[in-house]
């Protein structure tokens, strides 16, 4: 037999990946590249597919149909252990009763290599951790812990490396922080990391490229900054930070510019963010873009008036308005806290305004 562990390089391809458990589809007709190098995230909510793609590319699954290439290998029947793939789990999984040493070194001396010593220590100073060596897991913090689950996947060079929620047994902080070395560790490695994810900050911190997965399918895929600012459907919105929809009424769509009506309100966008083609659509403005004002008075071309403050919240960073509009519809406005922000309390009523260039328009029927 074929040794794909060693054969198998390339850009990873799914063609066509399905599988169906009775009447349920979950993974439907997926056509995907993750180019090899690359920092890779499947983001979507729990059932939208992403942790059975990973298991049917891991062998942990079998596919209902199509296949999965490594480069130019089919690796779709290919047993597990037999696939260059590597997984780090939220619960690290280590061996409690071998040193740091040993259960890093425990791929290689499964593989039949006898002299691990070079690969181990290079291994572990890359995850900064050569001076704990000697030491059993439980003597580590949960960071450590984590580290040390990376170095024992990435010792054995696999073609991918599958990070499986990894950071979710993690305090804030420490998840922040793990979120930058990770990423500095596959950029260190080349090795192509697919990382599995519900959470929208992990995959915007990390990923080079971002697929949005919902019912089985990808919904929008792209760099992080591109499904922030330019979101294609009501979904990828609303999951990937938050957004503001409103419904309004296409007056002009023409030329450079497109032009809707807000309950009497004209709000005006680039035509290149405008996502439909119908008559009524949602217009998005995400809450960081819009100013907010006492009423009357505006800093923005696009701008809405007669809203009443409902709600303040002070979060650090920012302080989160919800407003009223006169339709009912409540607004949520993000001003930062840099020593500029307006005087404003709960009951007011204030004018909302922004950059047209902020605004993007989706189609309300999806």
Same mark, same amino acid.
């Given at each position: 037999?074929?040794?794909?562990?060693?054969?198998?390089?390339?850009?990873?391809?799914?063609?066509?990946?399905?599988?169906?458990?009775? *009447?349920?589809?979950?993974?439907?007709?997926?056509?995907?590249?993750?180019?090899?190098?690359?920092?890779?995230?499947?983001?979507?909510?729990?059932?939208?597919?992403?942790?059975?793609?990973?298991?049917?590319?891991?062998?942990?699954?079998?596919?209902?149909?199509?296949? +999965?290439?490594? /480069?130019?290998?089919?690796?779709?029947?290919?047993?597990?252990?037999?696939?260059? %793939?590597?997984?780090?789990?939220?619960?690290?999984?280590?061996?409690?009763?071998?040193?740091?040493?040993?259960?890093?070194?425990?791929?290689?001396?499964?593989?039949?290599? $006898?002299?691990?010593?070079?690969?181990?220590?290079?291994? =572990?100073? @890359?995850?900064?951790?050569?001076?704990?060596?000697?030491?059993?897991?439980?003597?580590?913090?949960?960071?450590?812990?984590? !580290? +040390?689950?990376?170095? #024992?996947?990435?010792?054995?060079?696999?073609? @991918?490396?599958?990070?499986?929620?990894?950071?979710?047994?993690?305090?804030?902080?420490? #998840? !922040?922080?793990?979120?930058?070395?990770?990423?500095?560790?596959?950029?260190?490695?080349?090795?192509?990391?697919?990382? %599995?994810?519900? *959470?929208?900050?992990?995959?915007?911190?990390?990923?080079?490229?971002?697929?949005?997965?919902?019912?089985?399918?990808?919904?929008?895929?792209?760099?992080?900054?591109?499904?922030?600012?330019?979101? $294609?459907? %009501?979904?990828?919105?609303?999951? =990937?930070?938050?957004?503001?929809?409103?419904?309004?009424?296409?007056?002009?769509?023409?030329?450079?510019?497109?032009?809707?009506?807000?309950?009497?309100?004209?709000?005006?966008?680039?035509?290149?963010?405008?996502?439909?083609?119908?008559?009524?659509?949602?217009?998005?403005?995400?809450?960081? $873009?819009?100013? +907010?004002?006492?009423?009357?008075?505006?800093? /923005?071309?696009?701008?809405?008036?007669?809203?009443?403050?409902? *709600?303040?919240?002070?979060? /650090?960073?920012?302080?989160?308005?919800?407003?009223?509009?006169?339709?009912?519809?409540?607004?949520?406005?993000?001003?930062?806290?840099?020593? /500029?922000?307006?005087?404003? #309390?709960?009951?007011?009523?204030?004018?909302?305004?922004?950059?047209?260039?902020?605004?993007?328009?989706?189609?309300?029927?999806?």
């Amino acid at each position: 037999m074929v040794d794909v562990t060693s054969s198998a390089v390339g850009d990873l391809q799914l063609r066509n990946l399905t599988k169906t458990f009775a *009447d349920f589809v979950a993974v439907d007709d997926l056509t995907l590249t993750i180019p090899k190098g690359s920092f890779f995230a499947l983001l979507g909510p729990s059932g939208c597919g992403k942790t059975t793609t990973l298991r049917m590319i891991a062998g942990l699954e079998e596919p209902t149909s199509g296949s +999965i290439h490594i /480069g130019a290998t089919d690796i779709t029947y290919t047993k597990p252990y037999q696939r260059p %793939v590597n997984t780090v789990f939220q619960n690290y999984a280590l061996f409690p009763h071998l040193t740091i040493f040993e259960n890093v070194a425990f791929g290689l001396r499964r593989r039949g290599i $006898k002299d691990v010593e070079g690969a181990v220590t290079k291994t =572990l100073a @890359l995850v900064e951790l050569g001076h704990l060596k000697d030491r059993k897991p439980g003597q580590l913090s949960g960071g450590q812990q984590q !580290r +040390i689950a990376v170095a #024992r996947a990435i010792v054995n060079r696999p073609a @991918l490396l599958f990070l499986d929620e990894p950071l979710g047994a993690l305090d804030l902080k420490l #998840r !922040r922080q793990m979120q930058i070395e990770l990423k500095w560790i596959q950029t260190e490695v080349g090795i192509t990391f697919v990382h %599995v994810t519900h *959470d929208q900050e992990e995959a915007m911190t990390m990923a080079d490229t971002i697929a949005v997965m919902n019912k089985g399918r990808i919904e929008q895929m792209g760099s992080p900054v591109e499904l922030y600012e330019n979101p $294609k459907t %009501v979904f990828v919105a609303n999951f =990937l930070g938050q957004s503001n929809l409103i419904e309004a009424a296409v007056q002009t769509n023409s030329g450079a510019e497109t032009s809707v009506d807000i309950h009497g309100s004209r709000i005006i966008l680039p035509s290149s963010r405008n996502k439909s083609s119908k008559s009524k659509v949602l217009v998005g403005i995400r809450p960081e $873009k819009i100013n +907010i004002q006492t009423a009357g008075s505006s800093v /923005g071309k696009n701008s809405l008036s007669g809203g009443v403050v409902t *709600d303040i919240s002070f979060v /650090g960073v920012s302080t989160q308005y919800q407003v009223e509009m006169p339709w009912k519809q409540e607004i949520m406005v993000f001003e930062q806290n840099d020593g /500029g922000a307006p005087n404003i #309390r709960k009951g007011d009523q204030v004018t909302l305004s922004w950059e047209p260039h902020f605004t993007f328009a989706l189609d309300s029927e999806n």
